[in-house]
């Protein structure tokens, strides 16, 4: 869902209740732009087969997880951990062969990386929409003027538009995501360029699914200035450590560093990330694995009369033809397995959903509980 605009009109729920002290000093203090927000919603999966946050579905294997339990019992949680991640920037830097003369900022996540960029530059944000709909919330968060600038009808850029954008707005920052999330494709790398060229602010490229993709903007941190590309080991297969990390130019991680906040990676998670990058070679392999499902399912969507969009991400967006997407969602739900419903999201995303590929047998039942496939018949 998109963060709602702050209008100025009454959408806040504290303003409906019954006016407590509280409530009313809460009134008081947090800002309006806050108030106006959405909390981002996450649905409970429970028991469902649970293919909504394009989470990579395999876990380590037995007897990798046994030595990473060794590794995490050395680890000393009565100490702060290491604030600079010394020893885990110098993992990223050998096993993603990132340039020495770059620098490394790591988060919380992606997310908190995105929230660093924009609190140290201030606004205003300008992306292509449909997009990862935490660059506009957090814009929210900063208070920050936030352009959405719509895909063309292919879910490409429009570069005229964009291009138009920058004169106009002059923003701060350019969120890239390479590839799009929610509509799985990568963009033109030629108009991206153009638009590099064209900012006058920073230029983020946003690679979470690089791992699923096999195609990076990394070499164009050397080319231009403006350029920082932005990294989760989230879809890889660690979404339950919270790593995230941005490369750029010494300059601008330097900025960053100071709105970073003190040992936001912690100690487990840094070791954690160390020993998963010795393996590599297993969670790659779990991508060649799903990127096979990706294709199988693609198909099928296809053959049960789905409109089916390119994606070169761990997750397919498709559109409904014969039914509404709220009556496929819910009979997904009948069927015990959670995807994600886009159809209000934006206009361009009219009756679609989407679903991350998951194991075989989770992506079989799936397929069983969609309406209009063979095995649901």
């Known amino acids: 869902m998109r963060a709602p605009r702050n209008t100025g009109e009454v959408t806040d729920p504290v303003k409906r209740s019954s006016g407590s002290d509280t409530e009313r000093l809460v009134l008081e203090v947090v800002r309006p732009a806050i108030r106006a927000l959405s909390a981002y919603p996450v649905t409970p999966a429970h028991d469902r087969v649970k293919l909504d946050a394009m989470e990579n579905p395999y876990s380590l294997p037995p007897a990798l997880r046994e030595e990473w339990l060794d590794v995490l019992r050395n680890a000393e949680l009565n100490r702060y951990p290491d604030a600079r991640a010394a020893d885990l920037k110098e993992k990223l830097h050998t096993v993603f062969g990132i340039s020495r003369d770059a620098s490394i900022l790591l988060g919380n996540g992606s997310d908190e990386i995105i929230q660093i960029i924009q609190t140290a530059t201030g606004g205003p ?101 403006n350029v920082v590309v932005m990294r989760t080991l989230s879809k890889l297969g660690l979404a339950g450590l919270r790593l995230g990390f941005a490369v750029g130019h010494p300059a601008w991680i330097g900025q960053f560093e100071k709105v970073r906040l003190p040992y936001n990676v912690g100690v487990l998670t840094q070791k954690s990330v160390e020993f998963a990058l010795e393996h590599l070679d297993v969670f790659m392999r779990q991508t060649e694995e799903i990127k096979a499902e990706r294709r199988r399912v693609h198909e099928s969507l296809n053959e049960a009369g789905y409109d089916c969009f390119r994606s070169d991400a761990n997750f397919i967006l498709f559109r409904c033809r014969d039914h509404s997407a709220g009556e496929v969602f819910q009979s997904l739900l009948n069927g015990e397995v959670l995807i994600k419903n886009l159809s209000d999201a934006h206009p361009a995303l009219a009756e679609c959903l989407r679903v991350t590929i998951g194991t075989p047998s989770e992506n079989d039942r799936f397929l069983a509980a969609i309406p209009g496939s063979a095995s649901s018949r």
Request: proline residues 7%; negative net charge; charged residues 20%.
């Open 125 to 225: 944000v300008l992306t292509p929409v449909p997009t990862f709909v935490m660059y506009e919330t957090i814009a929210g968060f900063a208070d920050a003027e936030f352009v959405g600038i719509p895909l063309d009808t292919g879910f490409g850029l429009d570069a005229d538009a964009m291009l138009s954008a920058i004169r106009r707005h002059r923003p701060a920052v350019v969120f890239i995501a390479y590839p799009n999330n929610p509509t799985g494709n990568l963009f033109d790398e030629k108009v991206i360029r153009r638009i590099i060229d064209a900012a006058n602010g920073l230029v983020v490229i946003d690679e979470a699914y690089h791992a699923f993709a096999k195609q990076s903007l990394m070499h164009c941190l050397e080319q231009y200035p």
